[in-house]
C-alpha cells in the first residue's frame, strides 16, 4: 500500500500569496516552543491585525491540520499561529511524545504571550481553535486567560474524559488497573528500562492490518498514515503510558463558567464517531455560544478536507469577534 509512506514537510497544500515563516517562544516553564506564522495577502507591519493561534490534534504536529487552518485563516486576513505543543513535533522537552495537558493549556497561553507582544497584532483581537484533542485544552486555556476573545472547538475531544472512561467502556476498575501498569512502568523506567508508549502508528502497514481495524481506528489511520493526507515524520502517533494519570486528572471544563461573555463556536460533522463531546462541550458553555454542524462529515473529515471544514464559518466568528 504505497501510500503509507512520510510527508517530510507540509501535508497541506501551501498558498504562495501567504507568507509564512517558523517562530520560536517560551513558555512560563522556559521550554522552547515552535511554530508557523501565517501572513495575510498584502501584509503591512506598520498595521495591527486580528490573530488567531491554532493548536493541533494529540500526537499531530503543526504541519498538519494546525497549518491548513492557520494559513486559511491568514487567507481571511487573520495572522494566522500554528503551534507544535512541548515534547511534540519541533518544540522542546527533553522527553518526547509524551502528552501533559495542563503544560498544553500554558503552551498555548504561551502563545498568547508571544503573540501579544508582537507590533502587528492586535492585542485585543487573539483568537483560538483547538482541532480534535485541543479543542479540549483550547477550552481550558481560554476559561482562565482572558485575553483570548473568542475560541472555536472543532471536531472535539475531551482527551481527558476519552482516556478515563474510552466512551464509557471503562469502569473504575479498569482505569485503576491500567494506572497500576502504569506506576510499575514508572518504577522499571526509572531504573533505567525503554519507555512504553500506549499506541504507535507502525511503520509500514500490510493490508492485513489495515483491514483488521475496527472503524474509528481506520479512521485515524487514512488520515495519519496516508501520505496524501496527514503522514508526517514527526507525527507516529506514541503517546507515553507515564502521560496516562495527567490524562485521568484533566477536566477542561472546571474553570468553563469563567469563558462565560466571550464566544465560543463548536464544530462538528454530524458523522463524527467523537460527536458526544461536541455536544458536551457546547452544553456545559456558557453564552455567548454556538453550534454549528458539518452535515454528512466524519470526525478526520475537518482535520483537512477544504471541501467540509468550515472556514467561511469560522472567518465570520472571528471575524465578528476580534475585529472590534
Known amino acids: 500500500m504505497e501510500r503509507f509512506s512520510f510527508n517530510e514537510g507540509k501535508t497541506y497544500e501551501v498558498y504562495p500569496e501567504i ?19 501565517f501572513f495575510p495577502e498584502h501584509f503591512d507591519p506598520s498595521k495591527n491585525y486580528p490573530a488567531v493561534i491554532v493548536s493541533h490534534p494529540h500526537g499531530g504536529v503543526k504541519e498538519q491540520s494546525g ?30 511524545h509524551i502528552s501533559t495537558p495542563e503544560g498544553h493549556v500554558e503552551d498555548i497561553q504561551a502563545a498568547v504571550d508571544y503573540l501579544g507582544t508582537r507590533p502587528f497584532v492586535l492585542r485585543d483581537g487573539i483568537g483560538l481553535v483547538g482541532v480534535c484533542a485541543s479543542g479540549s485544552f483550547a ?3 481560554a476559561s482562565t486567560d482572558m485575553r483570548i476573545k473568542a475560541v472555536a472547538a472543532v ?25 497500576r501498569h502504569a506506576g ?28 483488521s481495524l475496527d472503524p474509528v481506528s481506520r479512521e485515524f489511520f487514512d488520515y495519519y498514515l496516508n501520505n ?12 507515553a503510558l507515564n ?10 471544563y472546571i474553570n468553563m463558567d469563567l469563558l462565560g461573555g466571550r464566544p465560543i463556536l463548536v464544530v462538528c460533522g454530524t458523522e463524527a464517531h467523537s460527536r458526544v463531546y461536541s455536544e458536551e462541550c457546547y452544553a456545559k458553555a456558557y453564552e455567548p455560544k454556538e453550534m454549528y454542524w458539518v452535515e454528512g462529515a466524519g470526525h478526520c473529515d475537518l482535520y483537512d478536507d477544504k471541501t467540509k471544514i468550515p472556514f467561511t464559518k469560522l472567518a465570520d466568528f472571528f471575524g465578528a469577534n476580534l475585529r472590534k
Open 228 to 239: 496524501r493526507r496527514g503522514r508526517h515524520q514527526y507525527s507516529v502517533g506514541k503517546i
Open 67 to 96: 497549518g491548513l487552518y492557520a494559513q486559511e485563516l491568514a487567507k481571511a486576513g487573520f495572522i494566522g499561529f500554528a503551534i507544535d505543543l512541548s515534547s511534540n513535533g519541533g518544540s522542546g522537552g527533553s522527553a518526547r
Open 139 to 141: 477550552v481550558a486555556a
Open 155 to 179: 471536531t472535539m475531544y475531551n482527551i481527558g474524559e476519552n482516556y478515563r472512561t474510552m466512551f464509557g467502556l471503562r469502569d473504575a476498575e479498569a482505569r485503576k488497573e491500567m494506572l
Open 243 to 252: 502521560s496516562l494519570a495527567a490524562l485521568f486528572n484533566f477536566d477542561p
Open 19 to 37: 507568507e509564512n515563516r517558523p517562530v520560536y517562544y517560551r513558555n512560563r516553564y522556559g521550554t522552547q516552543l515552535a511554530a508557523d506564522i
Open 184 to 211: 510499575e512502568q514508572r518504577w522499571a523506567e526509572y531504573e533505567g528500562a525503554d519507555t512504553e508508549f500506549m499506541m504507535e502508528f507502525p511503520r509500514v502497514v500490510t493490508e492485513e492490518i489495515y483491514y
